[in-house]
């Protein structure tokens, strides 16, 4: 039903970068297989799921929706892909993406843009706008994004669907082509707390062959969105922070009307709020387009032309350098080279002190200002986005304004918590969503939470 699903509204929305019927097919038949054979299977077996692009799949085409990579096929599966198969869920395909996770529109993936199925006009988010709309226009019940400054969460918003990032650790970036590593984190996008939290649980866990990863066992998150479901919140305490209250006047009104609503209903259902002060969360934004760009200067060095996808100039005429040098100038879209360029000055010789090192003691402030909030209250609120989608072409012109999709979310992932955006109402016809942000490990409050607005 969903692959049909796929072949009747795809052609439109344009979620999908590949589609694998033949596999999505064989993986339901084992089941069929296996559930005829009385065998006991998990509880998402059979359950069919769309994958971003920027994670690796044995035999299925992985671009991260870039010139670079096209062709390649990569000859192993990421950690999550193998916890995906091993719970027998049948991969419908690979998802659009702004290049390499870097955007918030999937205006800048190197083949095609994926349109917002609420609004063909407008974008679906981004980096992962191809797994939201998939999920939005019910292609696919479940897909995985990944969320290095808001790329689950944002298209969750501005698309109406539910979107988790989980504590960073506790999910292995094993098999994820790297953008920010020390910020990178991959989740689920679903329709609602209940369905992301099943798959949660699946993807979800140490992984020795990351170095980052958190040994510890996976928050009971399925349990705590049940909890939710109750709709009762009494004994909770819910922090809104003061810097982010006093700048809502900038933020689209509708956006802000739509998160009152939903903060009204938290205290409905017993919830009390607190105000807090995160006074180094108005440095977020800079302090990620340090970080994210240096990192990803780094970890796309990797893309010269000789290991992986493109070669330009090989022809006998140049030489090595020239090559990896036209590879790169070819592969590359507009927003990656930005970003190389920025995360290479701000790493350079002299001023690496001034721009990288001061970067990283402003992530160390934020964290702070996330510790003693989380001293005080149980979970903290905000709106996900300050803008409900916005219309294709409308902010590819000036970076900043680009970049100003994350002002919310951008602190969870500087901090390492986690981080879930749930739909709280519409704006202009349009989806807005809440963010809920927990403490390290603290996922299955985010989800109690969301859970508790859904009913
Ligand atoms: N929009 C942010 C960026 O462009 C975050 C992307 C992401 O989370 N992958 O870097």
Redesign the pocket.
Known sequence: AFLDRIAAVDGTVKAFLHVDREGALATAAEVDAAVAAGQDLGPLAGVPIAVKDVVVTKGLPTTAASKILEGWIPPYDATITERIKAAKMPILGKTNM?EF????STEYSAFFKTVNPWDTGRIPG??GGGSAAAVAAKMAPLAIG??????IR?PGAVTGTFGAKPTYGSNSRYGLIA?SSSLDTPGPVSRNALDGALLHEVISGYDPRDSTAIDAPVPPVVEAAKTGANGDLSGLKLGVVKEFESSYDKAEPGVVEAYRAGVEQLVKLGAEIVEVSCPSFTYALPT?YLI?PSEASSNLARYDGVRYGLRAGDDGQHSLEEVMSLTREAGFGPEVKRRIILGTYALSAGYVDAFYGKAQLVRTLIKQDFEKAFEQVDAIISPTTPFIAFKFGERTGDPYQ??L??LYTIPT?LYGGPGVSVPVGLSEGMPVGLQVMGPVMGDDITYRVAAALES
């Open positions: 702004d996770a870097m955007g918030s981004g980096s990944t969320d290095t400054g808001g790329s944002q953008f990620y994210a680009m970049y999709a994350d992932n």
